[in-house]
């Protein structure tokens, strides 16, 4: 079974708040955000879609739990990412992964 299908629940995370949060830290600044019309980035991955990878960042398992910690500190789980430590709570991160994980390309 191709793990890249399975539902990724986020315990208590929510996609709205996620996405307020999204606005808030300036995540469109680097990527391109299917619900967010402006700015859109051009230097990070686009992340419609981002629900149905199997991988973040082409090198980690897309997993809740790597997901919030990803959000939070990239850098700490790939020094070589050019994402920066974001300025999250792990509620807010928990928040953006639910965000993220309702993005697919229906």
Do not use: E
């Not at 790597?66 to 974001?86: F, G």
Request: glycine share 6%.
């Amino acid at each position: 079974m191709d793990k890249a299908d399975l539902p990724r629940p986020v315990a208590q995370g929510d996609a709205a708040r996620g996405l307020a949060v999204v606005n808030q830290v300036g995540c469109a600044a680097c990527h391109s955000i299917p619900d967010v019309a402006w700015p859109r980035g051009r230097s990070a991955s686009d992340l419609a879609g981002f629900g149905a990878r199997p991988m973040i960042a082409g090198r980690l398992p897309n997993q809740p739990d790597v997901l919030i910690r990803w959000l939070i500190d990239a850098p700490s789980l790939d020094p070589q990412t050019a994402m920066p430590p974001m300025p999250l709570s792990h509620d807010q991160a928990r928040d953006v992964a639910a965000y993220l994980y309702s993005l697919d390309d229906d």
